[in-house]
């Protein structure tokens, strides 16, 4: 299972692809962060993290992608660019027909360090001993995108058993009612 | 001059093309909205979006497309939907190389009505007589994107000239370090 995780900013986009299953040692493919520049008109740095993200689908082909779910009690001023940061990586993804996954910061902090409230440094070091690094992926925002493709492939089995299981339901449902 | 409006939504996402100049009659081209399904995925909400926007180009070839300006005092839900479907609106004209302009509520509001606390009825009859339609276009999305569109052609001399004027400010400023 390969993943794509995506940590979106509009100054700093962190990606990082991840490949492994649940319960086996990952390996990290790529790491890295889509810049654009802060004086441009916003609908180019949207047109930059389009162009950074498609190198990154065409480079690393996952079969999933894990976005940061963007929650609007941050700041008020940068959370719309990340908003707008996300849809875009969420576009690029389902024109290409790959799934995409949205988790929250404190579930991939969960996943990964056992607390949804560690700091910035834990998740670092999570990343960096999970994938068998030398050194912390920097920025933060590249290890974070790391993170969030762990959090995808663990809680993924998860995930998918209850989509199985809603599936099931709304199929007996469906039965119940033409029965 | 001819403008595509964009009221950004992800249940609808209003659009209406106008074409004319500042102090002479305006002539509406096209109304319509961009519908995606509620219970979709949102990566493939913003997919539908990006189709029903790009046909809107394709068929109306404009020179300028105007977004409304999101902000995030309104409804914390429904607004990251509307960033998203507005950053999946400006990315498309940015491929294209159209210039893209962002607009307040109140902006369009004042430019159309002359008030910019005006109410929807206000600016859908406003909307009605400035392309002189025998009615308002339904829904209000649509007669907003019009709205938008008629708010980008009348302020575009003004911004333009202030545009110009920061462009000599800016050479100036560079000859006087350079000198």
């Known amino acids: 299972m390969r993943v794509l995780g995506v940590d979106p900013g509009l100054t700093r986009c962190g990606v990082g692809v991840v490949e492994g299953v649940a319960g086996r040692p990952l390996t990290m493919l790529g790491v890295g962060?889509?810049?654009?520049?802060?004086?441009?008109?916003?609908?180019h740095r949207l047109l930059a993290v389009e162009q950074g993200i498609e190198q990154w689908l065409d480079e690393h082909r996952p079969e999933f992608v894990a976005v940061e779910r963007v929650f609007s009690q941050?700041?008020?001023?940068?959370?719309?660019?990340t908003a707008q940061a996300s849809a875009v990586a969420m576009l690029c993804?389902?024109?290409?027909?790959?799934?995409?996954a949205?988790?929250?910061?404190?579930?991939?902090?969960?996943?990964?360090t056992g607390t949804g409230r560690a700091d910035k440094a834990q998740v670092g070091a999570m990343v960096t001993r999970l994938l068998r690094l030398s050194a912390p992926p920097k920025p933060a925002d590249a290890a974070d995108a790391l993170a969030?493709?762990?959090c995808h492939i663990w809680r993924?089995?998860?995930?998918?058993r209850l989509q199985q299981a809603v599936a099931r339901h709304t199929v007996n449902a469906t039965k119940g009612r033409t029965a």
Chains 1, 2 share one sequence.
């Open 102 to 112: 949205l988790h929250t910061p404190s579930e991939v902090k969960a996943a990964v």
């Open 74 to 81: 941050h700041n008020v001023r940068t959370v719309m660019g």
């Open 156 to 160: 993924a089995p998860a995930q998918n």
């Open 33 to 43: 962060v889509v810049r654009t520049p802060v004086d441009a008109d916003l609908s």
């Open 148 to 150: 969030l493709a762990i």
């Open 93 to 100: 993804a389902a024109r290409r027909g790959i799934p995409v």
